[in-house]
């Protein structure tokens, strides 16, 4: 764990500098860690990949204080023990090409058949390394080598909200229309961006995914 300065008010941890499920769980912990200790004076914890940035208020700390602080605390802290129903979220999903519309092209690309891209896709439980990019996004992972796919070279300019897919080693759902490059496979109801709801989405950075194949019948009428 490395801890620097990168403004007044403001510093970065960093645990690594790979993508992983192990420098993930650091970082989840981290974050949980700051979380904790309740302060006032820590504010804007966002945490990603490989890193959380925050913000402190110069008026508490000055740097090397708050650093010796979050140091001891993050090295000590005992998280949670596992996973429990709180920390997955399951998005039901349906497979059919109609939807997916790039189930093809991973087939083609990784010799595999659309089959067993449901199946390796259902069968992880995927970490939230980081949001982004849209209200609501989060970025999965690792989704299994055998269907990491690299991006669209031309992006579309429009993939209808509740789109799945894969970019290299990740997964994620389009919380609402956007232009996007990644390969679809699927489409879901799950809401991941609503404004009534108090923390605005249900995904999180410390949260797990889960997905769930499902007919295309039980998509349209959702029963």
Same mark, same amino acid.
């Given at each position: 764990?490395?801890?620097?300065?990168?403004?007044?008010?403001?510093?970065?941890?960093?645990?690594?500098?790979?993508?992983?499920?192990?420098?993930?769980?650091?970082?989840?912990?981290?974050?949980?860690?700051? /979380?904790?200790? !309740?302060? =006032?004076?820590? +504010?804007?914890?966002?945490?990603?990949? &490989?890193?959380?940035?925050?913000?402190?208020?110069?008026?508490?700390?000055?740097?090397?204080?708050?650093?010796? /602080?979050?140091? !001891?605390? =993050?090295?000590? +802290?005992?998280?949670?023990?596992?996973? &429990?129903d709180d920390d997955i979220v399951y998005i039901d999903v349906c497979y059919d090409k109609q939807f997916g519309l790039d189930l093809d092209r991973i087939s083609q690309i990784n010799d595999i058949s659309i089959d067993d891209i449901v199946a390796f896709h259902t069968a992880t439980t995927y970490d939230v390394y980081a949001m982004g990019f849209l209200p609501g996004f989060g970025f999965l992972g690792l989704v299994d080598d055998s269907i990491a796919t690299p991006r669209l070279q031309t992006p579309r300019k429009k993939v209808p909200k509740g789109s799945v897919g894969i970019a290299d080693n990740q997964t994620a759902v389009y919380p609402q229309d956007s232009a996007g490059g990644w390969n679809i496979i699927g489409q879901t109801r799950k809401n991941l961006f609503n404004k009534s709801l108090p923390e605005l989405s249900p995904l999180a950075v410390g949260k797990k995914v889960k997905f769930r194949s499902i007919s295309r019948q039980k998509l349209e009428t959702g029963c």
């Open positions: 764990m490395d801890i620097k300065q990168t403004s007044t008010n403001s510093l970065l941890i960093s645990f690594g500098d790979i993508i992983s499920a192990d420098i993930s769980t650091k970082v989840r912990c981290g974050f949980e860690a700051i /979380k904790n200790l !309740q302060d =006032i004076a820590i +504010y804007e914890i966002v945490p990603s990949y &490989t890193t959380i940035s925050l913000s402190f208020d110069i008026f508490v700390y000055d740097f090397e204080t708050i650093r010796d /602080k979050l140091s !001891q605390h =993050i090295t000590h +802290y005992t998280p949670a023990i596992g996973d &429990t």
